[in-house]
């Protein structure tokens, strides 16, 4: 598959999917602003400056199992008594000469041995002596110290996302709290005259607003200080009030619904007034009314917003992939590279007219090797089918699905930031 989507034939006026991609990157600039939290706290967050090693990791020679630490030389077939006694946290002792010690994972390893032996390779005869089985090569199971990391060297760069693991690193080396790129503060709204609460009373034609909870979870996912502005009537003084305190409060706006050129679309008219739209529609089935846009001077002066389609799918597919890389780079990150790679579709299927479509699809396992079959409804509207799919089917413009043919395939789980 063509990365530029220059070899596709594509509704006339719209973007290509992975040029509107990269179009999103590099549009996107990370937000000012730093702030020290401590390691609690920072959890999901971007680091605002290079963080370096305060010690050598591991700081001495250690065992890396529970066993008998020895001096190869010293080996013999009539054993090794056992001299020494050494538990993890204990410190650096000195091996007697013509004897092991009975050492601990994690224990130092005292001066003199070089090797531990792991102690199910142990037999320990009637007087206590130490029996080696098979070979045993100088420095087995012994962790250098400094072989993971050396003081002042560079621990986790700039730029890096805080996740379990980071922190885990961190704490190793004595943080307690590090400089962070402050949150992201994101104005979310939903337009439409149709949408209510939900848990409100329904009346025919009123419609749940899913959209708003579905991108609040996505945001708070993602690390972003959400600014709720709720549900904004289909009218355009109104949406011009919360578009203008959305742009002077927040770093982004991203808004659903009412984007597309229809009688009762307004949002894209007030975005003009208010400052302008760097590019509308984009060629993927679903989410074509992708709209990048900014609120005053300029995309890079003002504030960005991104509108999302108003059909929850279509919504959802332009978050991942398209308003979440931009996110991503806001936040002072790069943006996640996008996987993709080869499964077999196990159903055939009259191809998308013009955009690429993104079937959404469950891998069958059953075989041994993943075979991809329809979630479900592949409807804009239906959330179904994407409340249950492993990930998405990529299928180029003007090309019919056939079983057991091999497709492109992004993995779901990859979105969840």
Request: aromatic share 4%; proline share 6%.
């Amino acid at each position: 598959m063509s990365g530029c989507g220059c070899a596709e034939v594509i509704t006339p006026g719209l973007l290509d999917l992975f040029d509107a991609r990269a179009r999103m990157i590099k549009a996107a600039r990370p937000v000012d602003g730093t702030e020290r939290v401590s390691l609690a706290e920072a959890a999901r967050r971007v680091l605002a400056e290079d963080v370096l090693a305060t010690l050598d990791m591991p700081g001495v020679d250690n065992s890396a199992m529970d066993g008998y630490a020895l001096r190869l030389a010293e080996r013999s077939p009539e054993g090794l008594p056992v001299t020494l006694r050494v538990p993890a946290g204990a410190g650096v002792m000195h091996l007697p000469a013509g004897g092991c010690a009975r050492i601990f994972t994690g224990a130092p390893v005292p001066l003199g041995a070089d090797a531990v032996v792991p102690q199910e390779r142990v037999t320990l005869d009637a007087e206590g002596r130490m029996h080696v089985e098979g070979e045993l090569g100088e420095g087995a199971n012994i962790r250098r110290r400094g072989e993971e990391t050396r003081a002042g060297e560079l621990l986790l760069p700039a730029g890096a996302r805080l996740d379990a693991a980071a922190i885990a690193l961190l704490a190793s080396h004595g943080v307690g709290e590090v400089a962070v790129v402050r949150r992201l503060k994101v104005a979310l709204l939903s337009t439409g005259d149709e949408l209510i609460e939900p848990g409100a009373l329904r009346v025919p034609g009123q419609v749940y607003d899913s959209n708003r909870a579905m991108l609040a979870a996505l945001l708070a996912q993602a690390g972003c200080e959400l600014l709720d502005f709720g549900v904004i009537p289909d009218a355009p003084l109104d949406l011009h009030h919360a578009f203008a305190e959305a742009r002077d409060t927040a770093d982004l706006v991203m808004c659903t619904g009412g984007v597309s050129v229809g009688e009762e679309d307004h949002v894209r008219p007030v975005i003009e007034q208010l400052g302008g739209i760097a590019f509308h529609g984009v060629a993927m089935k679903p989410g074509k009314p992708f709209a990048l846009g900014y609120l005053g001077e300029s995309l890079q002066a003002g504030t960005p917003l991104i509108a999302l389609p108003g059909n929850p799918v279509a919504s959802l597919v332009g978050w991942q992939l398209l308003a979440l890389p931009f996110v991503q780079v806001r936040q002072g990150r790069e943006a996640a590279p996008l996987q993709r790679f080869p499964v077999t579709a196990g159903f055939s299927r009259r191809g998308p007219r013009g955009r690429r479509e993104l079937l959404r699809v469950v891998l069958d396992w059953a075989a041994g090797t993943p075979v991809a079959r329809l979630a479900g409804g592949q409807g804009s509207h239906m959330l179904s089918a994407a409340s249950q799919a492993h990930g998405y089917l990529v299928i180029d413009a003007n090309n019919n699905v056939e079983n057991g043919h091999a497709y492109e395939y992004c993995p779901a789980a990859q979105f969840l930031d």
